[in-house]
């Protein structure tokens, strides 16, 4: 049949009511509306609702795609849909939200009649997912409110006053054999010495090699005097302690260490970026030292790495950052091995969200939206780092510590979200590596039900 010129249709005429563009997969509802099947979805996936976007008419049993209709735009528009399809199937949210919307097209035998019915299966399969993700809340959440417990309860059962904040001029006896303690195996039985000596802050920055081997101190290990004289340098020039582990360090730099551990968890590429020009000697050369791969016996400030080491590093930082968070958190691990633990679970789960982000950058056609996304993400750094560098500094120090302990123990359970997301939105693809994790997944969720099964009996 053919169309005279005034009865053709327009591009206008076959547009989408949400997008208001050409539409995709037009998928019409009982109400007559017609819409992009995933503006559809993103509809469905928002409001949690079974109505049409524009009349809000409940449509029952499943949409399907109008093939009428989606043949018609693809004879009258066949580039603008094409041109528009890549563009959808770019979105990074593209996957998991067709893939959700789809699983709602069950069985004929087990669909029900009414929106309402498709509402409460989808809180069915919401509540059985749940209860593992509830778990883990609920774990990780009291293991911070008892950290967070134990260092309020420190403070009125410990000194008040740690070293990383106290000066060494006003250090007493017990504080110096404090320090003693802290330097390792090797100064082990010297604190006794130092104690009963009476050798307090003062006294400490005004020893000098020969006084440590003569008694009452007796240090006949020469390299134990080398070792006690380096130190005490580094006293004489920080006036306090340096901090040895995460929660020195945060005793000595709150806010510091509130935006380190806020931003290695959220953009930890930004982050280590920042920290080579303004934290360069505390905080990136350990980094760096810690996750090289060549053996050397130089000190950390001593070291010269070869230039292959500095390419392996960018290179890691680039495509897997928190490989190199882990790798550093393993080398620590023997300070505390609960922070340790919570530390090494979020970097695993979310390397591997990392790595199933490079299909889309490689296959899919992401690199050609790089630029636009790290200026996105650049500018969203900035402006939440500005806001909470601007926060923590007039908040009280009680709010400060809450806020710490739980961006830090509940990093693995946001981690656990952004895993899931990942492999839900590849659902409809072979993917062998996301086959097996998911096997994984489906078998421990079994065996995790039927240990609950056989304790109810």
């Not at 003062?202 to 134990?224: F, G, M, R």
């Not at 982050?271 to 980094?287: D, G, N, R, S």
């Not at 760096?288 to 001593?302: R, V």
């Not at 630029?371 to 908040?395: D, E, S």
């Amino acid at each position: 049949m053919a169309y005279r010129e005034d009865d053709s249709l327009s591009e206008q005429d076959l547009q989408c009511s949400c997008c208001f563009e050409l539409m995709v997969e037009p998928t019409t509802l009982n109400c007559g509306h017609s819409f992009c099947r995933f503006c559809l979805a993103r509809w469905w996936h928002a409001s949690r609702h079974c109505t049409c976007p524009e009349c809000r008419q409940p449509w029952s049993g499943f949409p399907k795609v109008n093939i009428v209709l989606r043949k018609t735009i693809k004879i009258l528009f066949p580039k603008e849909v094409a041109e528009r399809q890549r563009n959808q199937e770019t979105s990074p949210d593209y996957r998991s939200v067709i893939s959700r919307f789809d699983a709602l097209d069950i069985k004929p035998t087990q669909r029900s009649p009414s929106s309402h019915d498709h509402e409460v299966q989808f809180g069915q399969h919401q509540q059985m997912g749940f209860s593992f993700s509830k778990i883990i809340f609920i774990v990780f959440s009291i293991l911070g409110i008892a950290m967070f417990t134990y260092q309020v309860l420190s403070l009125f059962m410990g000194q008040k006053d740690p070293l990383v904040r106290k000066s060494v001029l006003r250090w007493s006896r017990e504080d110096v054999a404090k320090w003693l303690g802290s330097l390792g195996d090797w100064a082990e039985g010297y604190d006794d010495r130092f104690q009963a000596a009476g050798i307090d802050g003062n006294l400490l920055l005004s020893l000098s090699e020969y006084d440590l081997e003569d008694p009452p101190l007796s240090i006949a290990v020469s390299y134990h005097r080398r070792a006690l004289i380096k130190e005490l340098e580094t006293l004489k020039t920080l006036g306090v302690k340096p901090p040895t582990d995460l929660w020195e360090y945060k005793a000595a730099y709150p806010v510091r260490a509130m935006l380190l551990l806020w931003g290695l968890r959220e953009f930890p590429r930004l982050t280590v970026v920042y920290t080579f020009f303004f934290y360069h000697q505390e905080v990136f050369q350990p980094l760096l030292y810690y996750t090289i791969e060549t053996e050397t016996e130089e000190s950390l400030y001593e070291v010269t790495l070869p230039s292959e080491e500095y390419l392996r590093f960018v290179l890691r930082l680039l495509l897997v950052p928190y490989y190199l968070i882990g790798k550093f958190t393993l080398k620590w691990l023997f300070l505390n091995y609960w922070v340790g633990g919570v530390v090494l679970i979020y970097c695993i789960l979310m390397t591997l969200v990392e790595c199933s982000k490079l299909k889309w950058l490689l296959m899919f056609g992401g690199w050609r939206e790089l630029p636009t996304l790290c200026a996105r993400i650049t500018t969203t750094a900035f402006m939440n780092g500005l806001f909470q560098l601007v926060l923590w500094q007039f908040l009280p120090t009680f709010i400060c510590d809450i806020a710490f302990y739980w961006m830090l123990f509940l990093a693995p359970y946001s981690a656990w979200h952004c895993f899931k997301a990942r492999l839900a939105e590849g659902e409809g693809d072979s993917n062998p590596t996301r086959d097996f994790l998911l096997w994984l997944w489906r078998k421990a969720k079994m065996k995790f039900q039927h240990l609950r099964i056989q304790r109810r009996f």
